[in-house]
């Protein structure tokens, strides 16, 4: 069983930056994909990006792309999302989710963490 902790979550002036870490657990995920989505009020949930847990590759929506950066640390097995130069428009709750690499659908998710910016 998947189990996934998000954290890092706060409040930070539009300009400011944030690291979220996801803390993973529960099975190895060298054949896993982690990502991070986002639900801001009243709004679907949205991708933000994906790391592939062996190989490092990384993919992002063009709303952050170039302002955060995905990682993941092996040792630790956590999945990190630092966000820099952050708009208020990224005012959301954030999830980190997993799933395997041939599947096309996440299908572990964690509670979320929420990151407010203020203007």
């Known amino acids: 069983q998947v189990q996934l902790a998000e954290s890092g979550g706060g409040l930070v002036q539009a300009g400011g930056s944030l690291r979220l870490s996801c803390a993973a657990s529960?099975?190895?995920?060298?054949?896993?994909?982690m990502g991070w989505f986002r639900q801001a009020p009243g709004k679907e949930r949205e991708f933000v990006a994906h790391?592939?847990?062996?190989?490092?590759?990384?993919y992002y929506a063009q709303s952050v792309k170039g302002r955060f950066t995905i990682s993941r640390d092996n040792a630790k097995n956590t999945v990190y999302l630092q966000m820099n130069s952050l708009k208020p428009e990224d005012t959301a709750v954030y999830y980190c989710?997993?799933?395997?690499?041939?599947?096309?659908?996440?299908?572990?998710w964690g509670q979320g963490t929420q990151v407010t910016v203020s203007s």
């Open positions: 529960g099975r190895t995920f060298s054949s896993y994909v």
């Open positions: 989710a997993a799933r395997s690499t041939g599947a096309v659908y996440y299908n572990s």
């Open positions: 790391i592939n847990w062996s190989a490092g590759s990384t």
